[in-house]
């Protein structure tokens, strides 16, 4: 079971505006930076967002990140058929000393 | 453009050593900026942090897998390996190398996976 928590799955239509939550705890989302991935499956993952809220080069501006104290979101507007995959939070655990990834959100479109 | 491969056998027999190799071409694994990550999906499920190696020697393991892990460089190849020894049937998964970038779980190239299967 992940440490970091997110929904199982999310849905929306072309156009709207769909947010994804990961929920951590002091040791990894509190004490430090989340990232976010986006999986196509039999495609290699793809890094969507670092440090929080940077957009690596090449991502588009309708996905944007934050955190909050032991919670991250990624937002998705203007949703697009392409956007359809799993999505992942990650972040380091102080705790553990390691890596920790969420369960993943299927997001359909 | 960075890019990395994963290569090794697909089907490993229980109790047996899991061995992969990576190989990277765009970035030089010796040059110490990055640490180089291996990471596994299991079948319907989600990502997991095995470990990463940095070119000092440095590693740092997911505590669940320490005990069964090992990863090297070959600096004259640019690659690195994973060796995951006494695999069993939850062993079976795809596995990722990838870059790592900007704190422990940020990574930013990743090669396209290899699916490995432990069965007798």
């Known amino acids: 079971q992940s440490v970091l928590t997110q929904p199982p799955s999310a849905s929306g239509t072309p156009g709207q505006r769909v947010t994804i939550s990961c929920s951590g705890s002091?040791?990894?989302?509190?004490?430090?930076?989340v990232n976010w991935y986006q999986h196509v499956p039999g495609t290699a993952p793809k890094l969507l967002m670092q440090?929080?809220?940077q957009r690596p080069s090449g991502v588009p501006a309708r996905f944007s990140g934050s955190k909050s104290g032991t919670s991250a979101s990624l937002a998705i507007s203007g949703l697009q058929s392409e956007d359809e995959a799993d999505y992942y939070c990650?972040?380091?655990?102080?705790?553990?000393?390691?890596?920790?990834f969420g369960g993943g959100t299927k997001l359909t479109v | 453009q960075v890019q990395l491969q994963e290569s090794g056998p697909g089907l490993v027999k229980p109790s047996q050593t899991l061995s992969l190799t990576c190989s990277v071409s765009?970035?030089?694994?010796?040059?110490?900026?990055?640490?180089w990550t291996w990471l596994r999906q299991h079948p319907g499920m989600g990502l997991e942090w095995i470990g990463y190696?940095?070119?000092?020697?440095?590693?740092y393991f997911n505590p669940s897998l320490r005990s069964r892990v090992a990863m090297s460089m070959d600096t004259s190849r640019n690659q690195f390996s994973l060796s995951l020894t006494s695999v069993t049937a939850a062993d079976t998964a795809v596995y990722y190398c990838?870059?790592?970038?900007?704190?422990?779980?940020?990574?930013?190239?990743w090669g396209q996976g290899t699916l490995v299967t432990v069965s007798s």
């Open positions: 002091k040791s990894n989302i509190g004490s430090n930076s």
């Open positions: 990650a972040a380091w655990d102080d705790s553990l000393n390691g890596a920790l």
């Open positions: 190696m940095h070119h000092s020697g440095n590693t």
């Open positions: 990838a870059r790592t970038c900007d704190g422990g779980s940020c990574f930013d190239y």
């Open positions: 440090n929080n809220n």
């Open positions: 765009g970035d030089s694994i010796s040059s110490g900026t990055h640490w």
